[in-house]
Structures are given as C-alpha cells and as structure tokens.
DNA sequence: CTTCCATATATTTTT
DNA sequence: TATATGGAAG
C-alpha cells in the first residue's frame, strides 16, 4: 500500500502521510499521549498469550476452576466486550450480558474483567483490544487532543473498511466529526472478521451517518478473468444476506476452473506441488505468481513437505508465527521488562528463566505481597529485603539478583542503540549460555531463532537509519514494531520466486496469477464450527470468496477423501462450497467407494484421482487415472463415521478409534463442551471424553 | 526447586 | 500431531 501510494503522491509527500493498521497508527498516538490517560510512556503492549495468562492468572487468584472459567473463553468474552465498547462497570450493570454469563455458568466474568483492567493499569499494559479502547476513551475525554487529531488528520482513508468493529467506526467518526472528509473503501461479501467483532453494520449505516456522501460503486473487477468471477458470482449467490450487486470482470472467458480430487490430504499436496511444478515450466511463470490457500495454518505442514521434495522454493504467511518461537519471546519478554519493569507478565516469564531457584512456591509467596500491597510485583521487589521474612536466604539473594540484573539496563534504554543493549542482555540474563548449551538440533534450531531476532533489529535499525526518520535507534522503538508485526508483514529476500502458503484470511487484499484452494471439505471448509455460530455458514461462504477472487489467471480447487486431523485419519464429504462454484460437481471417488465392497490391497496407492467436470483436461502431466485408483480402495479400511454426539445416550456400546470397545458411563452437558465418561473394556478405570473430538461409534 | 516422564487435551480465522 | 500439565524422583 504504501509503495503503491509512493507512486501515485511522490515519496516526499508519501513520506509524511500516516499509513498503518488501526492498531499501529492509535499505538503511535497512545505512546505521545499516554501521560494524559495515567499510563508511562513506555507502556507495554500485551499480545495475545500475555493477555490470556494475565487473565488465567487472576482466575486462579479468585480461586475459580480454570474448567469452568476457561481462559481462552473468558478472554475472548473480554475482547468481545472491548470491541463493542464495553467497560467493565457496563459489563457488570448491563441485564443482557449478565443474563448470557449466568447462563453459559460463567457468572463471575465481569469481576474478572474488572480484575483485568486493574492488573493492566498496574502491570502498565495494553493489550490489543486497548490500543482501540483508550483511543476512543482519549478522544472522548479530552476535547483539546481530540480537535488536535481532528486538525491533523484532515482527510482520512480506510480500506477493508467492511471489517472495522464498533470501536474502530467510532474513532473514525470522532476524529472525522469536524472536517467529514473520510473516504471508506469496503465490500460486505469479503466480511471475514465478525468473529473478532467486525460490523457489517459499520458499512451499511454509513450513509445516514453522512448524508451528503458521494458513492462510487466498483462493479467491474480488473483483477480475475471472466471464468473467475463467475465462479465467484456464483458462490456468493447463496449468502441470503448481502447487498446485491453485479460483478464484471474486464475480460471475458479464461481458463475453466480445474477441481481435484485427491485421496488422501498427502495426495492432495503431492498434487498442487506437481501441479505447480509443470504450470511453472509450460506457462514460464514465476514461483511468486503462486499461492496455496487454506482455511486453518496446521494446513500448510503437508503441502510444505510436498513442495520441498519438488525443491520448490515458498514461504509461508501467518500461523505459528516466528515472534510466538518460546525462545523468541522469553528473549523479547527480558526486551520488554528493561523497558518497562512493571510488566507482570514479562516479569514472570523471565523471573526465573534460566532457572535461578525461583519457583512456584516463591513467585506465589512474592504474587501475596505485592497484591497486599497492590502494588506491581516490579514495585514489590524494590524493597524485597526488608519485607520479605519468609523468604530463605538463597531465594532472597536470588530474587535480589535477577532485580540487580534488570536494574543495570533500566537506565539506558532509550539512550542506548538497540542492537548493543540487545546483545547485552541477551548475554547478562544467562539466556545465551543456557541456549547455546543445548546441542541438540532442535536447541541449535533455537539458537539460529535468536540469531534471526538479532538480524532483524539489525535490518529493522539500519531501515530507520538509511530513511532519516532517526539517528539512534532504541529497543523500544523495534518492541513496538515487533509486537504489532505478523509474518506477512515480514519482507523476506526473494520473495517473487516463492511460492506463497497462506490462509485466507492472511491472503486478503493480495492477488495471485495461480491459485490453488485446498481441503475443501466439509468440516474443514466451511469449519466445523460453522454451523454453530449464526450466520457462520455466511461467513465462510465469504471467506471462500475472498479465496477464489485471489485468482487473476488460473484457480484450481482440490479435496481429499481422507485427511489425518491431530494423528487420526478422517473422512468428510466434499465441500458444499464445490458445488456451488461448479453447479452439480460430484466427485466421482465418493460414489465408487460408497458401492464397492472389497477390492483388497493396499488402500492409499492411487494416484489422485482427478475427476473431470467443466475443467480442463491433463494440464498438470499426471495421468487421469481415477479407475485404477479407484479400484483400489477398499472400504474397510476407511474409519466408519463416527455417531453424531447428540444420539449418544448413558449405557450405549460403543467404539473409539484408539480405545476400542466401551460402555458409555454418564454424559455431561453443563458448561463448555459435551463431554462422556467412559469405560472402555481394555482400560482399567473410566476416561472423560470430550464428544466434540471423540469420535465415538455407537454399536 | 528442578528435571524428567507420563498423560491429557486441544484445532478456526488475527490485530 | 503438538503442546501443556501434573506428578515423582532426585
């Protein structure tokens, strides 16, 4: 985007302008006004992980079950809450939410949420949902600053805007309120994000917030071939709501959309790597022009194997990302603490790491003073040895230690460059010595992780060097990038003679010439979880849009009959999505297995079968060779479906894949998932399954 | 307090 | 399958 701007405005003007997410560009704001909301300047920023086991942390503090009150659950009806503008005194007043938590057996939510907002404020943190809320919160209070930015920002520009959430549209409108020169660019068929709290709304009541806008439909796609666009025309025709419009590609025809059935998810990645291999070749074109997409990241480990025996070169976006390495973060979470000591979890990820004889029951005992004192922990350890009795000689020294080792960077952070203190403190925490210790390839790998991190402050300073923005760069000035970056946001060397793996969702705004949708399948996509959820079979329905618009050129659809999720192979029928981009596709494999009955030998030797409809014909050089293949399935060997949970009942016979046979004890509904205690016959005492995973078989 | 091993348990999607 | 948690031994 801002390359793209460069061209058009020059790069002197491109310069000042300032582009971002929201959540980049608020951070940039929040850290120069941050005095006036009672946070430091050096305020952390809390990703994900760190939020959760701040908020698991006080959980346990309240002495509640982490069964009951899930972390993950609890955190995500919190964000939920953020995101729709809700603070914690609304949140325990307001009879609808109440009602919902007492219901879901959660009624203690609010007072964690409370509790939350409070360890934040003293930790000195924000998380991701923060860098909205005090926005908004700060333009609302304080008139002054709010007219500044309204000054500052006198023309504003949102793209994706189909994906903004409550919080986000308010501050657009706040900081838009005086001039009304806000130009949105959205399209509600590419909503992808109301699981994160996304309003379609937002784009829908646009108008009557302002009367006088001026709209410009684009109806005519420049990107993807007539044959593409159709196919997507067509897909999304089944979303019941949705502002109708008609697309237009400004080329008519193309190539036919090719679909492939595979019998295995190896096959299937066999199969788009081959594929990529002879399209390359025959087309000449670049690996670049080349993108896999998928619905979850524990998608791309198989299609990776497959590209590399093809030593084709990829890289893949998102998904465990570098940053979430354990490594990389304790070397980051020792980063963050130097900045800003009164990082709970920084502190506690560090505190005792390499083990230092800190353990559980000191951290409990030091967690006690500094909640009587309701003080940080940072604050707590200031004092420790005149407060501390209960504490053995050994620990206190310890715990005087690591504050001595923490104290020596303090001072220096914003003066020292970022690089040296890095390496400094990388060196001093005893990090280094106990990584560099371990020989082993996985600790070597770890060791060349941190090397990565220290290449990337090193390319990150000399960027900011080279452009003029700065003469010194900090290590708080490269937290802040680090913790607002995702991989796809990562440049890497030789990008265009990779091929891309991507999920969707990473994959949006981006196009490709080749694209490749796999694991359409039902269960996989659309997500199990969509049915659950109103209105999440539209969503993925969306998202599957947003995956075929990729497309300029050539977009090939694949499945499997069969596919290993965590260790255990499972069967799902054909996406339902493939029928609606190619009315009346069936996979032919599916029909043959379900009639034939015992072809012997050995089940997975096929090749994949490719079922031809409406594609064209052998463009990969591998044989279409469907009625051998199929002659080799023997269905036995393929899992009987599982019973549907809900026709389970106490004192059922049934069978599981790993335990065998059982007798199904007692069924448990209350909270979360529906789970069943079980005897199996080849196990002494009673297992708890969770029915959602289990995939029990009635017999 | 640390380490090691066994067992449990979880899978959307991201800033 | 990959990771988290818990318990036992040192």
Known sequence: MKERIANVVGEKVAGQLWMGTFHSIFLRILRIEAETLGYSPTFSVYDTSASQGAIARIIKEMNLSTDDYAPRRIASRISMAKNNLVLPSQYLNEPLIVEQDSRAKIPRTGEIYEAYQLALRRASAMDFDDLLLQMTLLLAHHPDIRQRYQEKFAYILVDEYQDTNVVQNRILNQLAEQHHNL???????????????????????????????????????????????????????????QIRKVCRASTDGGDDIEISTAFTDMEEANFVAQHIQTTALREKAQHGQFAILYRTNAQSRLLETG??????????????SFYQRKEVQDLLAYFRLAVNPTDEQALLRVINLPARGIGATTLAALSAGANARGVSLWDYLQDIELTAGSLRAATLGAVVQFRELIKGFLGRVHTAEAYGLAEEIYRKSGLREALELDTTPEGESRVGNVGEVFNSIKEFSETKVESGETDLVTLPMYLDEVSLLTDADKEEEGENERVTLSTIHSAKGLEYDYVYVVGLEENIFPSRRANDEPGGLEEERRLCYVAVTRAAKHLTLTHALSRSTYGQSQRNPQSRFLGEIVPGYHAKGVEYMA???????????????RTAQNQRLNTSGTMPRSTTASAAINPSALREPATPPEQLLAGDSVLHPRF????????????????????????????????????????
């Open 183 to 241: 130009c949105v660019v959205g399209d509600d068929a590419q909503s992808i994000y109301a699981f994160r709290g996304a309003k379609i709304q937002n784009i829908i009541k646009f108008p009557s917030t302002y009367p006088e806008l001026k709209m410009v439909k684009l109806e005519t796609n420049y990107r993807s071939t007539g044959a593409i666009v159709e196919a997507a025309n067509r897909l999304i025709a089944h979303n019941p709501n």
């Open 307 to 320: 590209l590399r025996a093809l030593n084709i070169p990829y890289r893949v976006y998102g998904g465990t």
């Open 660 to 699: 065998g046979r059982g007798e199904i004890l007692e069924l448990q509904q209350q909270g979360g998932d529906p789970r069943a205690i079980v005897q199996f016959i080849n196990e002494p005492k009673p297992r708890t399954l969770v029915l959602r995973y289990a995939q029990l078989r009635k017999i």
């Open 595 to 609: 009639t034939s009955s015992n072809a012997g030998g050995s089940p997975w030797r096929g090749g994949a079968a």
